[in-house]
Structure formats: C-alpha cells, structure tokens
C-alpha cells in the first residue's frame, strides 16, 4: 500500500484547510485509515481515524477537523477548519492493512506540513 498526501501549506490562525490522502497498490487489503501529527520536538499523536465504521477523534480536535473517505477507502480526506499554531505540525495519512498471514500492517504517508501563524 502506498499513501501520498496533498493540501498542506502555511495559513493564518482562524483559517481552514484541507487534506487529502490517496491510497494506492494492495488497497483491497486496507481496513482503518487516519491521520497523525508530529510536531517539531513532540511525538507522533493521533488526530482522526476510521475503523469499524466508527471515526475517532483527538480532544484538542474535535468540533473542528473532520475525517472523510470514499468507498472504497482509497482516498481520505482531514477538513481542518478554525486552525490554530498549535496545530502546526507534519501531518502523515496512515493505513492499517491485513496481510496474508491475518497480521494487521501500518503503512504511512511521507507526510505534509502544515503552519499555522499567529
């Protein structure tokens, strides 16, 4: 599975963006997919993700981003609106996918950064 992602860029706070994520190879294969953040200095946190038909969501992020997909989850979406500097950070699509022997694999983005100025 690969995963690349778009939308990223430098806004002001109050403002939105979107993300998009397309998944691409064994896609058949994927069934969660959700978004991270690592900002400068700080470990890699969850944001929003699909399993099970359910969407998850981090506290500092809810009411505000919004995860979407198609389908046939080959393509994500992160609605990010009022941002905010602490929401700065590189943001990674990631997939789980179900391997031949029944394991469950993590696949990643190579990652989008987002800047939010004050």
């Known amino acids: 599975v690969q995963l690349v992602e778009s939308g990223g860029g430098l806004v002001q706070a109050g403002d939105a963006l979107r993300l998009s994520c397309a998944a691409s190879?064994?896609?058949?294969?994927?069934?969660?997919m959700g978004w991270y953040r690592q900002a400068p200095g700080k470990q890699r946190e969850l944001v929003a993700a699909?399993?099970?038909?359910?969407?998850h969501y981090a506290d500092s992020v809810k009411g505000r981003f919004f995860l979407s997909m198609d389908n046939a989850m080959t393509t994500m979406w992160l609605q990010m609106n009022s941002l905010k500097p602490e929401d700065t950070a590189v943001y990674y699509c990631?997939?789980?996918?179900?391997?031949?022997?029944?394991?469950?694999?993590?696949?990643w983005g190579q990652g989008t950064q987002v800047t939010v100025s004050s």
């Open positions: 990631s997939a789980g996918a179900l391997s031949i022997t029944g394991e469950t694999v993590t696949y």
């Open positions: 190879g064994s896609t058949l294969s994927i069934n969660t």
């Open positions: 699909a399993a099970g038909g359910t969407l």
